[in-house]
């Protein structure tokens, strides 16, 4: 059985009539994987796509022989059974490498799960191994990784989108059914778009955070890349729910996400706001962006103008808050307890400062910097508190446009995925590659991007959905309407 291109219940379905077994689902895998993505060993990046930092095949085959005993024994199979599954390198995964893309965690083996991991593999997920991405996941193309860049499955010499580029592009290229990132500002969103997956952005608090490498705690979210619609559903089912381990998890159960899908999207109403459309925006994307509005009206759905009308704000505030957060918390960074200590010191300053000169990467030290000042004493009501009150104004924005609609539908990127090296040396249009995406990021509210279509050349677009606090199931409703309707011709 050939298992490329599988989805959940595809995969699930065959480990569970065995006509293959999640043993051979799993070595599939890795064979495409040594042959596309390059050779690892011992943590050396491959030299093609690059989007593994680590293989984990022992738990993985321990797993896949677990799954395939269950079966043979004609028992009933968890959700997730023999399902390939790769993890971004953000999140702790018991005794594989936790590195973040940096340097100063090079090593690092952590002796504990996430909980979002933990909650995979107990699903029956096989988890195949680690994902590169962002260093800290700082990033919007996937080049700041301390271990080299991924490239874009798509278009070799087009960028993956970041932070998670890792994790959209095992799933565009097929070594893995499912991957799971993180989003702090759009880096599921927006690397989704880019590699012509579907990347979901869950309700702050929807998700436990428990195991995972922070950036900035406000903002940090873990998500699933999946292939379809459905696959998003299944996998935020298994995921969501409290976390005695994460006091930022929200005391609620998960819903039933998949049986959502089940119900009609005619008479949901979807917001269009002007503040999306402006100057800036590709021809292309704007041109499948109004296609997809138009396959929604003809679904049945209402289309409601709205206005966000603080959106202009939404990058320099998220630029502040991140920034600050990730001053804070990679101060623990310091060469004491676990990841690089520079052997160049000789006293205890001497030793912070050289371990974290030589184990951050640039665009880390760029942020740390920004955030430092931000916090510092007579510019801290200048910029963090004042960047507070401007999320505020944000979230009401969203809340306002609920009231109105049902769900938001926008671009998810201003342009197609760029080339590798075209915007590294140029930090304020890199961060303008997530203009569509910080609103929702800063707010909190849940979002999806769905592929749409594609451009002259063949570079996937992506549109970006959004829906109010834990609207997840109505948020998956309507982007499966949009899949469906790339299914049909001429739609």
């Known amino acids: 059985m050939n298992a490329v291109g599988l989805t959940i219940d595809a995969a699930r379905a065959a480990v569970a009539a065995q006509t293959t077994t999640a043993t051979a689902l799993a070595e599939q895998h890795y064979t495409r994987i040594a042959k596309i993505d390059g050779p690892l060993s011992d943590g050396t990046p491959g030299d093609a796509i690059n989007s593994f930092l680590a293989l984990t095949r022992d738990r993985a085959f321990a797993q896949a022989e677990r799954i395939d005993q269950m079966a043979a024994r004609g028992e009933s199979l968890p959700p997730l059974a023999g399902v390939p599954i790769a993890i971004k390198d953000v999140l702790a995964m018991r005794g594989a490498p936790a590195t973040a893309g940096s340097l100063i965690l090079k090593g690092y083996r952590p002796p504990y799960d996430a909980t979002a991991v933990s909650r995979l593999e107990a699903a029956g997920a096989v988890l195949v191994g680690k994902l590169n991405c962002d ?7 996937n080049e700041n990784s301390a271990y080299g860049p991924v490239r874009n499955p798509r278009a070799l010499d087009h960028v993956p989108g970041g932070s998670s580029g890792g994790s959209a592009a095992a799933v565009a290229a097929h070594f893995a059914v499912a991957s799971l990132g993180t989003d702090t500002g759009g880096s599921i969103r927006q690397p989704a778009a880019f590699c012509g997956v579907v990347g979901l952005l869950p309700t702050y608090g929807r998700v436990s955070r428990y195991g995972l490498i922070a950036f900035a705690s406000s ?10 619609v459905r696959d998003a559903a299944t996998v935020l089912e298994v995921l969501a729910g409290p976390d005695p381990l994460d006091a930022t998890s929200a005391d609620r159960p998960a819903d039933s996400y998949v049986a959502a899908l089940d119900q009609p999207v005619a008479g949901l109403r979807v917001g269009v706001p002007a503040e999306y459309f402006e100057e800036g925006l590709d021809p292309e994307i704007r041109a499948a962006i109004e296609r997809t509005i138009d396959q929604l009206r ?10 966000l009308p603080h959106t202009r704000y939404a990058i320099p505030t998220y630029y502040v808050i991140a920034t600050a957060e990730a001053s804070s918390n990679l101060s623990r960074f310091d060469g004491v307890r676990f990841g690089h200590r520079s052997a160049d010191s000789t006293t205890l300053s001497d ?3 050289h371990s974290r000169e030589e184990g951050f990467g640039p665009e880390v030290k760029r942020r740390i910097l920004l955030g430092t000042y931000a916090l510092s004493a007579g510019y801290y009501d200048a910029y963090y508190a004042k960047a507070q009150q401007v999320r505020t104004l944000l979230t009401r924005d969203f809340l306002a446009a609920f009231r109105a609609c049902d769900v938001i539908v926008s671009p998810m990127t201003p342009t197609p995925p760029f080339r590798l ?16 995406s910080v609103a929702a990021s800063l707010a909190g509210i849940c979002g999806i991007s769905v592929p749409c279509g594609q451009t002259a050349t063949g570079l996937p677009i992506g549109v970006q959905l959004m829906a109010p606090h834990f609207g997840e199931a109505t948020l998956l409703r309507a982007a499966q309407a949009v899949e469906l309707a790339q299914a049909v011709p001429n739609s």
């Open 351 to 353: 030793m912070f400062r």
């Open 135 to 141: 260093e800290f996941a700082m990033g919007s193309s």
């Open 219 to 228: 903002l940090d979210r873990v998500g699933p890349f999946t292939r379809t």
């Open 421 to 436: 090296g075209e915007k590294v040396d140029d930090p304020i249009s890199m961060y303008l590659a997530d203009v569509y």
């Open 298 to 307: 003809h679904a049945g759905c209402t289309i409601v103008p709205i206005s």
